[in-house]
Nanobody
């Protein structure tokens, strides 16, 4: 089994910064893409950013220039540095990881439990 555990959420004022972390553990042979998604109250879950094992990144237009995704492949950990936070960034942030648990297994997508980010105006 694979577990993803997020940390780093909290309450900040507009313009502030937070750094989220997410570590995958358990039965892991290789991790491909890792990503961050968010879900605000009453809205659908949306992409924030993704990063491949080779370091290629993709961002939602709404966070480009403010958020930076990175990862440590040796630790199976993905980070999200969030600067210039706005009230509209308030949401539960979820990480996911595309994991091959064992040699010969298919890749499977796993999700963390989420961490709350709240930005006050």
């Amino acid at each position: 089994q694979v577990q993803l555990v997020e940390s780093g959420g909290g309450l900040v004022q507009t313009g502030g910064s937070l750094r989220l972390s997410c570590t995958a553990s358990g039965k892991i042979f290789v991790v491909n893409v890792m990503g961050w998604y968010r879900q605000a109250p009453g809205k659908q879950r949306e992409l924030v950013a993704t990063i491949t094992s080779g370091g290629s990144t993709n961002y939602a237009d709404s966070v480009k220039g403010r958020f930076t995704i990175s990862r440590d492949n040796a630790k199976n950990t993905v980070y999200l540095q969030m600067n210039g936070l706005k009230p509209e960034d308030t949401a539960v942030y979820y990480c996911n990881a595309d994991v091959r648990p064992r040699v010969g297994d298919l890749f499977r997508l796993y999700w963390g439990q989420g961490t709350q980010v709240a930005v006050s105006s």
